[in-house]
């Protein structure tokens, strides 16, 4: 299949992260990959067209002995931790027989079992990289006929930054957050480890950055990888980044002159800032046109907020106006002579009780420091800077404050995106250049142009595609296990709208449902694939527990893991360098992925297969014809599902004949004349052989589509803050059908929903977990977090020696790194083995002393204590999911939870 | 004509993405690294400094690996490359003791990452390399390759791997003694400092940290 | 090794430690072994020729037993660092580099000695009757002037054999602890006490008395020895390297050290020549027990000091914060 003789550099892409993709050459001598290679040719890659060190192990990924040789089928019925499966090799045509005849009934007895809950469920982890690699294979999902649940979840909401991910897309159309660092010269970072995280254009650029002067403050509870390039490392109690944040806006608003400081015209006709709001804390809107109303100074009087001529917006000050307020389920509450005052007012009396000093006995931030920070990011804001991009004038504002995994997800994560959001709003720094940037969308459509899903929606602002909490249109019966339709209006109801819901609870509802709550039930067919939630969620016990009543399991396999290791069937996975996919690479994707061209990339079979793997799309081909959906499935491809690009678009159709079974191959081929016709606008035709030879094809991608702002402008939109009226009211609706329900497990997540939000005690949910669990909290006094691992993230690299052997030189592997001088207190060395026991539990490690830790932290970087993943199991590292338990508590109202516990520790030999 | 380089710290982010590029180009053996990052912490809490450091070979002026070899096999070049002749080397391990800078890896065995060698290995693993002292050679294979017209250190077909694989864009490699070179203007713009400089033993890496 | 020096124009931090010392790993017990067997094997050859006591120790086959003994250990303690190196095969190219390597020089001395002093007691040779070397003009005990020329140079060669391993520690090894006039001082009269000891045992089983002197040579060796090894445990403790190689000789081998290598193995046979000296009956007693001693002390001091051989921490220019 592939040529046997001489040297070739075969190009590809890597997107074993969601920092991708990026592109390389793998050199392949006489038909056996040997090394892989930056792939210089491309210079439109932002970072020279280098992939990160994870790239390089995709030669020994190819030929890892370990890796699953063949489709295999469990004999041994019964299944646990200690229950060998007794594997047995089997051919692909019985395997995808046994796993057809498991799907056809579901088609034809009914899509969704007795309480409402889709027969199959499917879970592709790893954050939105398993599409990079599936193929055709969601066509055949699309295909599937009926309702599907993406819900049983892998670790997302704990493992992603899902607040940021709800909240973002929301305010700004931004999935995910970054800094226009090209252009940024000060970042306010809370805990984002972007020098780990932010892949190979993120390091590029933050390098850069760091060698023009760019200030870069990481506030972090351990000094990690960015802590050690930032410029200052501030030492932050956990889970109290709110106070520091609440605290900075507070300087901005009283103790600077914000008349000054702010961006006050951006505000004016840009936010909600000048709204007025009523006395019930929803907007004071005209009676009758039901928009919200605005202070003219000018005028004098409260007008609608898009009255064209509004010269000065009062952001200040108490004004009496007629008008209505729209509450919760259409109640309308009349005034003819309310007292309001625009949001911004309300917003500075918000935050009056948040000084530095108030901040500084939470989160061990000196007032100080505090107050130096908001000097500087208010003098590094430059309020008032233009800038020329491709010939249009913009605002520049050179700040950006960033925030990291665990402190934009779990409680404080929604406080910590909306004061994140609003300082940058505050100083016109959201969505222009240097400011902070969306760089993708996943809820809201098309997923391929961010700036084609802004809409004008109500009130001025984008329209939302939230779920309805009206009485009449509330999904009150879940319609996935994580039940997103009904529990979390801002998750919307798309294709990645179940994963991106509370996941955890079909993990703790199953057997366990609250009263009156339909109890998830097992799926009657599970696929997973790129997944492990057996080590990658909370509570790993609890998720092998549950997993032995899972009926039938199918696992696309790398190795065996801890998960397949509960799967009735394996079908081994065509990795990264193995099978054809063609991928849109560049324009603005997720983290700082944004580039000045966009395109699309293939990944190909650099050499033959060691193993009998199967291309994916292949096996959806299959899977298809088998189960008389060959059609459907054919037309999915047409219309682009999966494929990225429709076969069929304005000037060009190469579409599939729908009634035939395509090769991997021919399917592709299409897929690459469809993207660079679409791409060039009928100007280029390139096939398969092309792309094989060349790798990707671009065209250029304008800077100023980076920037949501010229289209906020040209549809005259604002964003929706500071004040969360909105969030406010159909929190306010939610809780009212729950109730209504009956349903009052969600209680604590309905308190989120405030239009300004306050402080809250966050680290005390976590003090209280002990007590939960009938333990007491003084016995737990040290958090336990974890860090990323450039080397280890995303891509079943855990079963790859030749990384453990290069991860070995960054600290953190392989042991639990705690502070230096605690540890002597405990009568802990270095190198000695101790325990970290949380209030559910206990996992080994060996003591890696650091002085760049906080004496109350404890740090076991990524997701180990592997027990059936080869190599991986060998590797002596605690795992802090083992030891998170699943609770309510510690879930928030769009189903995400912070990576910590509380623990103590202790050496395992000797007195606790 | 001398070769060296200039190691941006500022920029490091101790990602190892050299030493496994490095790895890998090289076709070496477990636990064998002739360049790797070292992660440096220094001070006391809250008082920290954390940085990354690329070690390697430093193609000293004035190796004291090379005089100590018995053989003859520790060379070096004209212009600055220390080296192994491995048809020569004996496996002694003086020169690894000799080295402050703990730049030389004796591959004792062949070795491999599992059990047997897979494809990749059996392809790449050159079988004169083991029972021999090996370490960091400045990629000479590829800058020898360098046509007229090419310049190791922007080319990158002919520079480093360590160096056109750093992501952070941290590490910079050309001639020292043409004062146009990148790395002559990087030395002139930041004055870098050397590692172990009481040796005096005149390293061809410095390293920018300021 | 010089103390940091103040950083040059322009730049603006001191340097300080940024890697620790860690210890080396190429060498231990087979080098340990070669060392001690090299000092014994020179050491005796040496000791016996000046001290002219190699016609009281024996023959064999018409050779001088205390010679041959000589070339068995230097034989074995070959073969053992053959045996180490990583291409042994190729062990005869490590005579190429004299103008720069100890290890060459001292390969060469090895050479020369073995050759030189087995081609000195050749013409002894004695099979049968047959004696197939006599005809080359010398023999053994050097009584002609050609002999006395040979001996002299494998003399000189056994010298060099004595001592070079420590030259090839001190003279460039990068480990601090090694770098020092002491090592080599050391493990020649290491070689010398063990050596003396050595030919007092083949004189017992030769049934030829041990003379007063030397049991006072080896009473002198020892001290000379102690005071080597005090010397330089006493000197630049501070250094950075060999602070790290103190505590961890004064730790992890405390008691191998203070007990073995200068308690049992140095002082208690200084005490035991000094008894020797004075109760002549006891010396062939004393020799063996001196022997057993020695050995112990000089192989155990060459293996610590192998295994507390620590290269430097790393410094550089690194500036740490202040809050």
């Known amino acids: ?35 892989v290679e930056p792939n210089f040719g491309v210079t439109e890659h932002p970072a020279g067209g280098r992939p990160c060190v994870r790239a390089y192990s995709l030669v020994q990924k190819l030929y890892n002995p370990n890796r699953v040789k063949g489709p295999m089928k469990r004999t041994n019925p019964r299944k646990g931790k200690d229950e060998d499966p007794g594997w047995t090799p089997i051919s692909w045509d019985e395997a995808l027989d046994t796993l057809a005849d498991k799907l056809r009934p579901i088609r034809d007895n009914g899509f969704v079992d007795e309480h409402g809950y889709p027969r199959l469920a499917v879970t592709f982890g790893a954050g939105g990289t398993a599409p990079a690699y599936l193929g055709g294979f969601p066509a055949f999902l699309s295909a599937w006929g009926g309702p599907l649940d993406q819900g049983i979840g892998s670790g997302q909401g704990m493992k992603c930054v899902h607040s940021e991910h709800l909240y973002g897309e929301f305010w700004h159309r931004a999935f995910t957050v970054a800094p226009d660092m090209p252009l940024t010269t000060y970042v306010l970072s809370f805990g984002n480890n972007g020098d780990v995280s932010g892949g190979v254009i993120g390091v590029w650029r933050h390098a850069e950055a760091r060698g023009r002067g760019a200030r870069w403050i990481q506030f972090e509870p351990h000094m990690s990888v960015t802590a050690a390039t930032a410029a200052r490392w501030v030492p932050i109690k956990p889970k109290t980044d709110p106070a520091v944040l609440f605290a900075i806006l507070h300087g901005v608003l009283h103790e600077h002159d914000w008349r000054r400081v702010c961006d006050v015209d951006f505000l004016g006709r840009m936010t909600n800032a000048p709204y007025l709001v009523g006395p019930n804390g929803y907007y004071l809107r005209d009676a009758a046109s039901r928009k919200p109303l605005v202070w003219d100074e000018k005028r004098g009087a409260a007008v609608a907020f898009d009255t064209p001529d509004v010269e000065a917006y009062a952001l200040d000050g108490e004004f009496t106006a007629v008008g209505v307020e729209q509450g919760p389920d259409d109640e309308v509450i009349t005034h003819a002579a309310a007292v309001a005052r625009p949001s911004f007012a309300v917003l500075r009396e918000h935050v009056r009780p948040y000084t530095p000093e108030w901040a500084a006995h939470i989160s061990d931030v000196p007032a100080a420091t505090i107050r130096e920070v908001t000097r500087e990011y208010l003098e590094h804001a430059r309020v008032g800077a233009t800038i020329d991009v491709d010939g249009v004038t913009l605002p520049l504002r050179p700040v950006a404050i960033l925030l990291g995994k665990s402190v934009n997800n779990g409680w404080g994560g929604f406080e910590c995106c909306w004061a994140r959001t609003l300082l940058s709003a505050l100083v016109g720094a959201l969505e222009v250049p240097g400011g902070i940037l969306g760089t993708t969308v996943r809820l809201n459509r098309p997923s391929s142009n961010r700036l084609e899903s802004v809409r004008p929606g109500p009130d001025g602002f984008m329209a939302q595609p939230l779920n309805p909490t009206s009485k009449d249109k509330w999904q009150a019966r879940p319609t996935s296990r994580s039940a997103h339709k009904t529990l979390v209006p801002l998750v919307s109801d798309g294709s990645w709208s179940g994963a991106l819901s509370p996941a955890q609870l079909p993990w703790l509802f199953m057997n366990d449902a609250p009263p009156k709550w339909p109890e998830p039930t097992p ?23 549950k997993l032995r009543q899972f009926p039938f399991v199918c696992a ?26 063609l991928f849109r690479v560049g324009a603005t994707k997720y983290i700082e992925s944004y580039w000045e061209h966009q395109g699309v990339a293939l990944r190909q079979p650099v050499a033959d297969s060691p193993y009998d793997t199967r291309d994916l799309t292949d096996v959806g081909t299959e899977l298809s014809r088998r189960l008389g959906i060959l059609e459907r499935y054919n037309e999915a491809l047409n219309r682009g599902v999966a494929l990225g690009v429709p076969l069929k678009g304005p000037g060009y159709d190469v579409s599939l004949d729908p009634s035939k079974a395509h090769t991997s191959a021919e399917i592709w081929d299409r897929a690459c004349r469809a993207a660079t016709l679409s791409l060039s606008k009928g100007r280029d035709e390139h096939d398969l052989e092309w792309f094989r030879e060349h790798g990707v094809y671009l065209v250029p991608f304008s800077r100023l589509n980076w920037y949501l702002h010229p289209e906020m402008t040209k549809k005259g939109l604002r964003y929706e803050l500071p004040y969360q009226e909105r969030l406010k009211r159909i929190g306010q609706e939610l809780k009212n059908r729950l109730h209504e329900q009956d349903l009052h497990f969600w209680d604590t997540q309905l308190e989120e929903y405030h239009a300004l939000p306050p402080w809250k005690d966050f680290p005390e949910i976590w003090v209280d977990v002990a007590r939960r669990h009938g333990k007491k909290p003084e016995d737990y006094p040290l958090w336990l977090l974890t ?12 079963s790859l020696p030749l990384l453990a052997d290069v991860a070995q030189h960054v600290r953190g592997h392989f042991g639990l790194m705690l502070n230096n001088k605690m540890a002597a207190l405990h009568g802990i060395a270095d190198g000695d083995e101790i325990w970290v026991e949380s209030p559910i539990g206990r996992q080994q490690g060996v003591a890696m002393l650091r002085a760049g830790v906080r004496p109350d932290v404890v740090v076991a970087i990524g997701q180990f204590a592997h027990w059936a993943t080869p190599v991986a199991e060998d590797i002596h590292m605690p795992n802090l999911n083992a030891l998170e338990p699943i609770d309510l508590s510690l879930i928030d109202s769009t189903g995400s939870g912070s990576d910590l516990i509380r623990v103590k520790v202790y050496r395992a030999k000797g007195d606790r | 004509m001398r070769w060296g380089m200039v190691v941006d710290v500022r920029k490091c982010v101790g990602c190892q993405t050299c030493t496994i590029a490095c790895h890998e180009e090289n076709a070496l053996p477990p636990g064998i690294f002739w360049r790797h990052v070292v992660d440096v912490e220094v001070g006391e809490y809250p008082e920290v400094r954390r940085a990354f450091l690329p070690m390697g070979c430093q193609h000293c002026a004035e190796p004291p690996c090379v005089p100590v070899c018995p053989t003859g096999a520790s060379q070096q070049r004209a212009d600055g490359i220390v080296f192994v002749q491995y048809d020569m080397c004996i496996g002694c391990g003086y020169c690894a003791v000799a080295c402050p800078y703990r730049a030389r890896h004796m591959i004792h065995d062949q070795d491999w990452y599992f059990m047997a060698p897979t494809p990749s290995e059996k392809k790449a693993r050159d079988p004169e390399r083991h029972g021999v002292m090996s370490k960091c050679t400045f990629c000479k294979h590829r800058v020898d390759k360098a046509p007229a017209g090419a310049t190791p250190g922007v080319d990158p077909e002919y520079t480093p791997v360590c160096v056109s694989s750093c992501i952070a864009n941290a590490m910079h490699f050309g001639d020292l003694d043409d004062p146009n070179s990148n790395v002559s203007r990087l030395r002139e713009e930041h004055q870098p400092g050397v590692l172990l400089e009481e040796l005096d033993l005149k390293p061809s890496l410095f390293y920018i940290t300021e | 090794m010089a103390e940091t020096r103040p950083p040059a124009k322009g730049r603006i931090s001191t340097p300080i430690a940024l890697m620790p010392a860690v210890l080396q790993h190429e060498w231990d017990l087979y080098h340990a072994t070669w060392f001690t067997l090299m000092g014994v094997g020179g050491g005796i050859f040496l000791l016996s020729r000046l001290m002219r006591l190699e016609r009281g120790l024996g023959v064999w086959l018409g050779l001088p037993v205390v010679d041959l003994v000589s070339f068995a250990v230097i034989g074995v303690g070959g073969l053992i660092l053959i045996w180490s190196l990583g291409r042994p095969l190729r062990f005869l190219r490590a005579v190429l580099k004299p103008s720069s390597s100890w ?73 601090t602890f090694w770098r020092s006039w002491a090592i080599p001082a050391q493990f020649m009269l290491s070689s010398l006490a063990m050596s003396m000891a050595t030919v007092m045992v083949l004189q017992t089983l030769h049934a030829t008395p041990i003379r007063e002197l030397e049991c006072w040579w080896l ?9 080597a090894i005090v010397w330089h445990l006493a000197t630049r403790t501070t250094q950075p390297g060999k602070a790290e190689a103190l505590a961890r000789l004064y730790t992890t081998y405390h008691a191998v050290f203070w007990g073995v290598v200068l308690g049992a193995g140095t002082i208690l046979p200084v005490l035991l020549a000094v008894v020797a000296v004075l109760a002549p009956p006891a010396r062939d007693v004393l020799g063996v027990m001196s022997l057993m001693l020695t050995l112990a002390g000089g192989f155990l001091l060459r293996l610590l000091t192998l295994r507390v051989g620590y290269f430097p921490p790393v410094s550089g220019a690194l500036r740490v914060p202040k809050r």
């Open chain 3, 103 to 175: 290890i060459s020089r001292g390969a060469i001395a090895d050479f020369i000695f073995v050759v030189l002093g087995g081609a000195l007691i050749l013409p002894g040779l004695t099979l049968g009757t047959a004696r197939p070397f006599a005809w080359l003009p010398w023999d053994a005990w050097a009584s002609t002037t050609a002999g006395r020329v040979i001996e002299g140079v494998a003399l000189a060669a056994a010298a060099i054999v004595i001592v070079y391993a420590g030259l090839v520690l001190a003279d460039r090894a990068a480990v």
């Open chain 1, 523 to 545: 799926p009657e067919v599970w696929l997973v694939g790129r997944s492990n939630p057996a080590i990658s969620c909370w509570d790993t016990e609890l998720i092998t527990t």
């Open chain 1, 556 to 581: 696309f396999a790398y190795t065996q893991d801890e998960t397949n290791w509960f799967a009735d069937l394996v079908l081994p996975d065509a990795t990264d360098l193995e099978a054809y996919q």
């Open chain 3, 219 to 227: 009473a002198a060796f020892l001290v000379l020895l102690l005071a």
């Open chain 1, 1 to 35: 299949m592939t040529p046997t003789t001489g040297t070739r550099k075969v190009p590809t892409y890597c997107y074993q992260c969601v920092a991708g993709p990026d592109l390389l050459n793998v050199v392949v001598e006489d038909g056996v990959a040997v090394k």
């Open chain 1, 787 to 798: 860090s990323r691992s450039m080397q280890y993230s995303w891509g079943s690299q855990v």
